[in-house]
């Protein structure tokens, strides 16, 4: 039988889960897999970490260079997060002939290009599924069983924490504050949650998903990014009252002027797929040519499911005898767009109007003025002084949205546009 | 630039597809794919196809010989379906040495063993994505993605044409004929609609995934078959009302005695996420020991959708120098079970009762001799001289259920037990 070493880089969440994973189910592999995979090295520097999983001390090393020149190591997985110094040691364990797993988004979003030609080069294979939405299998699928397919658009639900401050926000009408110190609490989110809910979690994910659904390489700072520290439960409300339920999406499409890219708050019908996307959970929904839509569904984080793609990755590295080499290798940087002039959508508006007359007429004419067709109105209660009024709009230019709110704000009737959130279409 | 050239035999609907598919798509697999994909070879004797589709002459085969010594052959499609010829055509293929995709689920569920071992010995690959759920990744995804989870449950709506009817016979309370003819009218389902409607396309399916999802071989004989055409809509509008949707599901869970596999009739929770696929979609839901549940989504048939999946293998083929081979090569029949005399399962059952007192309580002391535990009663309409009483019972044994039906339909009190719909849990 096949024999394969592995040395882990990082035991934190997700190298412990796959130091778990990998000596529990050795004998299972053994059966199922026809491989022997043993863990032959660790890198650590937290003792009491060490002591936690049960280290055995013989596999311990103390660095990367030892871990390279262990002639049993084959497959380096590198799940330690950041840039440095696991760049340094992912290029140095292929520069020494050692296949690379990782889980780590924010090097492969910045350096993959790099990665797989390093690769290349000493013929080793680098494997990422987890480094996008943990155990949802979302890279293999688009680069093994979509690449017949011209992708015109790609939407996701790629960070369970927002989507859970999100649903608690939705379902039991928590302020943001709450549902965040709830997802803090249940290990959802971090004790510093800016990575999350600004959405520069969601960014490098759909950077990497992009650039391999559209075949170029879309840089993670061309991506129009909107976290979700200012949505409003109100609208929240609003909006399910509308038919829309809010989620952060991380939308790609294929336009003519290049591939749009942004991260923000939408509004989503609630008959879409998408929109029963509860909790933790995470989803990519990809519209191709042949295929037309598909969705792939699962937990994006934690200890187990990312193991999950890293064993994944690991036994798909110690079963198959040559790789391929994803089109980060092969792309230039191309066409992205972000949130443009003419970026066109659907939005929702909320104005506190002033329940004078007139009012409704002259926000309206504010909207004609640019063009912006009107697709309903909800004014809600009369009965109090300011009184919000909802409006949605058909699509329309975003620059247009911005000049008519610009005008009503300015204007003398006192009215405000307090939100504007963009409908998913 | 690499060179493949293919062969496709059979024309229908999934072998026009994938004629259309490669043929638009050829530049765009050259700059995306790095390889310049040729159809070669058609065999098919419609003359009418071949014209409908404006095949080149230059291209059209009349045997599986001509087909097999044609050197810019490498890579051979089978989508004709069926056992014979396709099981003689896809083992000449191999044996000459020439790589196979196929999406024909009846053969591979019958003779995958076989043909994997024919491709292993001559060095080819077989490909079967397109087998089961068309554009749905669901077999690369159990092979390379999952491989390092234990399976505990896999759940599925594989079959699109029976979803489209029970969609309609749901949403819009259309009689099991009506909707029949509609899905007819839409070529959603077949003249002859038995193998979908009775199961045997979804059993086929099941056997090949509950195959991969377990490391055995679940033969398609062993798994319990029942389709929809006994699905009383007032049982569809009775679950409704009790937070149940009706799905046609296939089953397969790892249990102690085995895997337990079942296609059925099956009421679902209205908020599992297999609930909300309507209409001809398809998805499986899996559930491994790292992964937690997963999802996939998307269309399970039709021209395009099945392509995507037969074009995706292609290009891996083509892309790939060495293949993997799934464990239908290298595992034994095992004990998989059918719904057996210890199967357990929640049950929906409605009784036309006369009412008359004392009918409740011999009814629910029939369930009590059987030491069945009834969750939930529902009695709806009292008014009339016989009246339908629903019980919903916690999970118990099938054969007691059965002793308590017959117990019930055997007594002197003209009630009768009008259906049995087991509820997934």
Known sequence: ?????????????????????????????KSTQKVD???????????????????????????????????????????????????EYVLAALRNGKSVVTSNKELYCKYGYELEETAKKHNCGIFYEATCVGGVPVIRTLLDNLQGNEISSLMGIINGTTNYILTKMTSDGMSYDDALAEAQALGYAEKNPEADVEGFDAVYKLSILSSLAFHTKIPYEKIYRE?????????????????????LLAIAKNTSSGVEVRVHPTFISGSHPLAAVGDNFNAVYITGDSIGDTMLYGLGAGEFPTASAVVGDIIYCATHDNYNYSPFSNTQVAGAVRISDNFRSSYYIRVEAEDRSGVLSKIASAFSRQSISVARVVQDDVSKGSVPMILVTHPTNENSVRKAVEEINESSLGSRVVSIIRVAG
């Open 1 to 29: 039988m096949r024999k394969v070493g592995v040395a882990i880089l990082g035991l934190g969440v997700v190298g412990g889960g796959t130091y778990k994973v990998l000596t529990e189910h050795r004998e299972f592999y």
């Open 37 to 87: 995979i043993s863990v032959e090295c660790v890198l650590e520097p937290r003792k009491e970490r060490l002591l936690e999983l049960g280290i055995d001390e013989n596999i311990i090393c103390s660095s990367i260079a030892e871990v390279c020149s262990n002639p049993d190591v084959e497959i380096v997985v590198e799940v330690m997060g950041g840039v440095e110094p696991a760049k």
């Open 227 to 247: 976290g979700i520290k200012d949505v409003c439960p109100i609208d929240i409300q609003y909006g399910r009252q509308l038919g829309y339920v809010m989620k």
